[in-house]
């Protein structure tokens, strides 16, 4: 079993900044992709931003020059820096991560349970 835990939720004020953390655990080969994604209430999950095992990143308009992702892949950790927050990006973050358990076996997506950030405006 795979486990993704994210942490560094919580509430700010408006041109604020936070920075969550996603750490993975389990039985774990190796992870391709990992990623942050949001669901702001009323709204589908959308995609915030994504970095590759090359650290090729991908980022959402909405986000671009102000969201940093990175990734610490000894830990199979992912960080996603947030400044300058603005009320719309209240919202759960998710992480997902691509995971091969095994070499035999294709990279299978994983979630984590998600983080609440809340931006006062």
């Known amino acids: 079993q795979v486990q993704l835990v994210e942490s560094g939720g919580g509430l700010v004020q408006a041109g604020g900044s936070l920075r969550l953390s996603c750490a993975a655990s389990?039985?774990?080969?190796?992870?391709?992709?990992m990623g942050w994604y949001r669901q702001a209430p009323g709204k589908q999950r959308e995609l915030v931003a994504s970095i590759t095992s090359g650290v090729k990143t991908n980022y959402a308009d909405s986000v671009k020059g102000r969201f940093t992702i990175s990734r610490a892949n000894a830990k199979n950790t992912v960080y996603l820096q947030m400044n300058s927050l603005k009320s719309e990006d209240t919202a759960v973050y998710y992480c997902?991560?691509?995971?091969?358990?095994?070499?035999?076996?294709?990279?299978?997506?994983?979630w984590g349970l998600g983080t609440l950030v809340t931006v006062s405006s």
């Open positions: 389990g039985s774990i080969f190796s992870i391709n992709a």
């Open positions: 997902n991560a691509e995971v091969r358990v095994t070499p035999a076996i294709r990279g299978m997506d994983y």
